[in-house]
């Protein structure tokens, strides 16, 4: 990927710096999403991290903000987890988002915006012209924050049923 | 979605582009082809709601006082229209099981609307229409 963009003067009194997660911040990503979602998930985190942070980087994408420096200890105000996928349900190579998350006392300052702008980054030098992502239709922060970056519904409809609730044939 | 609703939408995205402009019912009118008098009762109702202020005597007009990051589409359409249970089955325990289905249907669609409206601001209005200015349109409306 190309260097994430230059960090911008927020409310939040320092710079936001987007850079690629370390091992370092794994605690800290599993800790904000149990706070944001009520659900502490360690060992999807760790799975995450391990395919998302450690392989096929020019494609894969787990990104977080800071307040940076280069001194180790900043808090996580936000993480961002893409990947390049090609050819499901015939789509051409796209850009999927599919984690995201700021933290609670630091929304509304820009953290989001310099996020996706990251990934946005990220796709567009690996080549991608096109991001997805899905929203649940409750989620109206999530839903709102992707309308407002540019996003609108897209070619494809996600369908869903219970396994149980099957038509007989 | 209801003509006053479209209107209230035009007339909120006229009006927080220019936040210190006072703007005329007339002026407004013109340029989306609506009548003022039309406008002029949409206009009311969005001062009620605290959406606009207006300002009398010359050089009047009104301007937006809303907040245009919290203000979502379907905050607007719900001062004209009753969106809180669009979905009903005129009577339900009559009903048949093509009308349920049907129903089913009609309710899928109603969630996906009031979910997009919902999770669009003015301020994402805005942004959009930014991108997508019209030659024709926007231009003669600025003659």
Same mark, same amino acid.
């Given at each position: 990927?190309?260097?994430?963009? &230059? ?9 936001? +710096? $987007?850079r +690629? ?8 990503v ?6 944001? #979602?009520?659900?502490?998930?360690p %060992? ?6 391990? +395919?998302? *942070?450690?392989?096929?980087?020019? =494609?894969?994408f787990?990104l ?7 001194q ?21 190579p796209c850009?999927? $988002?599919f ?7 630091? +929304?509304q ?8 702008? *990251?990934?946005?980054d990220?796709?567009?030098?690996a080549g991608?012209? #096109?991001?997805?992502?899905?929203? *649940? ?17 897209? &070619?494809?409809?996600?369908l =869903?049923? %219970? $396994?149980?609730?099957? $038509?007989?044939? | ?9 035009y ?15 007339? @002026?407004?009118g ?33 301007? /937006? ?14 001062? /004209? ?17 093509? @009308?349920?289905?049907? /129903?089913?249907?009609m ?9 997009? /409206? ?11 229409? @930014? ?7 926007? @231009?003669?409306?600025?003659?």
């Amino acid at each position: 990927m190309t260097e994430p963009a &230059p960090a911008t003067e927020s409310f939040l009194g320092g710079k936001i +710096r $987007i850079r +690629r997660v370390t091992e370092a911040d794994l605690d800290q990503v599993v800790s904000l999403d149990a706070r944001v #979602t009520g659900n502490a998930k360690p %060992d999807y985190w760790r799975d995450i991290y391990e +395919r998302y *942070a450690t392989r096929r980087l020019d =494609e894969r994408f787990f990104l977080v903000a800071d307040v940076g420096d280069d001194q180790a200890g900043h808090p996580i105000l936000g993480y961002i987890v893409g990947e390049v996928r090609g050819w499901e349900f015939g789509s051409e190579p796209c850009g999927w $988002i599919f984690a995201f998350s700021v933290e609670p006392g630091t +929304r509304q300052q820009g953290v989001g915006e310099q996020l996706f702008q *990251a990934m946005s980054d990220a796709f567009k030098s690996a080549g991608i012209r #096109t991001m997805r992502t899905m929203v *649940a239709r409750q989620n109206q922060l999530h839903m709102a924050f992707f309308r407002s970056e540019g996003m609108v519904a897209g &070619p494809y409809i996600q369908l =869903e049923m %219970d $396994i149980d609730d099957k $038509i007989p044939d | 979605m209801q003509k006053s609703s479209r209107l209230a939408i035009y007339a909120l995205v006229e009006l927080a582009a220019t936040p210190d402009r006072q703007v005329s019912v007339s @002026e407004i009118g013109e340029k989306y082809r609506v009548s003022a008098h039309h406008l002029a009762k949409v206009m009311h109702t969005l001062g009620r709601a605290g959406l606009v202020r207006s300002t009398r005597g010359v050089g009047g007009g009104y301007s /937006f006082s809303g907040n245009a990051k919290r203000t979502t589409l379907l905050d607007v359409i719900s001062l /004209f229209e009753d969106t809180s249970d669009d979905c009903q089955l005129a009577d339900p325990s009559a009903a048949t099981s093509v @009308e349920w289905v049907l /129903f089913d249907v009609m309710c899928e669609i109603d969630d996906i609307a009031k979910a997009t /409206f919902g999770a669009i601001t003015i301020s994402t209005m805005l942004k959009q229409t @930014e991108r997508r200015r019209q030659p024709v349109g926007d @231009e003669a409306a600025q003659d």
